[in-house]
Structure formats: C-alpha cells, structure tokens
C-alpha cells in the first residue's frame, strides 16, 4: 500500500506569512491528491483537488502544486481562520490513503 | 441542502458488532460513490470503506477487511457500515462522506457528515 508523509508535523507562523506544507507519496500517483483544512471538533473541508486545482469557493490564497510523488500545499498569506490542521489524500488502485497532518498554529 | 447524516454510533464491548447509518439528503443519491471515514481521539483521518454508486463495487481498508461490511440502500438514500469483531483500535468518530467525482472532484471527499462516535469499552 502507499504510505503518505507530511512535513512539517506542526508549523507555528504569524497572520500575513506564506506557508507551505509538503507531502510525499511512497509510489507515484500522477495527480491524484487532495487537501483538506480541519477545525478542532468539526468534520475536514476539501481545499485542493487533483494536486493543484481549487475546490469552488475556496479563497485563492490557497493553492497546490506537484506530481507523482511530491506535492505541495501553500497559503499565500496566512490568515486568523487558516490556522487548522491540514491533510493531504491520494487515490490509487482504489485505496485511498491520508497523510499524518500538519498542524498550524499561532506563532 | 446537501447533507449527510450518521447515526448508530455508541458503546460496544470488544467483539460485538454495531450497525452505523449515513442518510443522504439534498443530491442525487444515486450518482455518487459513499465513504466511511474514522478518526480515533486525537489521531489523524483514516478511510475505512467506499461503495460506488452502482452499489455492487466495494472497497476497503486493509485494517477492517473481512470484519466491516458497507452497503447501500438507493431507496432510502442510505449507506450503512456493519462492523463486527470491534476492538479498541476501532474506536473513533466515523464520517460518511460523499465522493466528489460526479463534481468532478474525483477521488476525493467533498461532502461530509458531522460524524457518529464509536466506543469499544467492556
């Protein structure tokens, strides 16, 4: 099965600042990546579908990029209701698999 | 409006079984493929089982193969997880969630239910 990582596993940054979260794949997956925000409490939001496409009515502040095995997930400009965890999820051979998480938080 | 909504979750003593329910209102509940989704307290997501909107193609994850069972119900705009033989390991808030594929958000998970929360105690 493919085994998914993230890094880093908590990142600490001020409103304003860019950020980028990375996630690796442990066998290729072409474009089937996604990323999702989730809240203490609350059920995930999807973000970014196939690595670099924005869900519909997602601010464009997000944005994703990769391919094959590494991919990436930045927020332009980090604002107050951005700070979450965020994971990444592939789709191959009709498994699908989560990353560990990347927690954001308030530096 | 869209939404999904799961029920049956409780407390269960390790090796029983428990039936968890996902109802789906505001889609066309045919043209879509169903997830079941846990979180164990405090860990990260883990996918549990998805059945395709023909209702005959079924997957799951190695960790509940052979023990869960998912199913559908066109009729009643239903999913339904069986799970038999729970252990402590399957204790988690499980989400149903819809595949955005028929969006065009393929292979992911673009609708989701609050969740229903799975205790395995004796």
């Known amino acids: 099965d493919i085994q998914m990582t993230q890094s880093p596993s908590t990142l600490s940054a001020s409103v304003g600042d860019r950020v980028t979260i990375t996630c690796r794949a442990s066998q290729s997956i072409s474009k089937w990546l996604a990323w999702y925000q989730q809240k203490p409490g609350k059920a995930p939001k999807l973000l970014i579908y196939k690595a670099s496409s924005l869900v519909s009515g997602v601010p464009s502040r997000f944005s994703g990029s990769g391919s094959g095995t590494e991919f990436s997930l930045t927020i332009s400009s980090l604002q107050t209701d951005d700070f979450a965890t965020y994971y990444c999820q592939q789709f191959k051979s009709n498994v699908f698999t989560f990353g560990p998480g990347t927690r954001v938080d308030i530096k | 409006q869209v939404q999904l909504v799961e029920s049956g979750g409780g407390v269960v003593q390790p090796g029983r079984s428990l039936r968890l329910s996902c109802a789906a209102s505001?889609?066309?509940?045919?043209?879509?493929?169903i997830h079941w989704v846990r979180q164990a307290p405090g860990k990260g997501l883990e996918w549990v089982a998805v059945i395709w909107n023909d209702g005959y193609n079924k997957y799951y994850a190695d960790s509940v193969k052979g023990r869960f069972t998912i199913s559908r119900d066109n009729s009643k705009n239903t999913v339904y997880l069986q799970m038999n033989g729970l252990t402590a390991e399957d204790a988690a808030v499980y989400y149903c969630?819809?595949?955005?594929?028929?969006?065009?958000?393929?292979?992911?998970?673009?609708?989701w239910g609050q969740g229903t929360m799975v205790t395995v105690s004796s």
């Open positions: 969630s819809r595949d955005g594929g028929h969006r065009g958000y393929d292979y992911t998970f673009d609708v």
């Open positions: 505001g889609f066309t509940f045919s043209d879509y493929g």
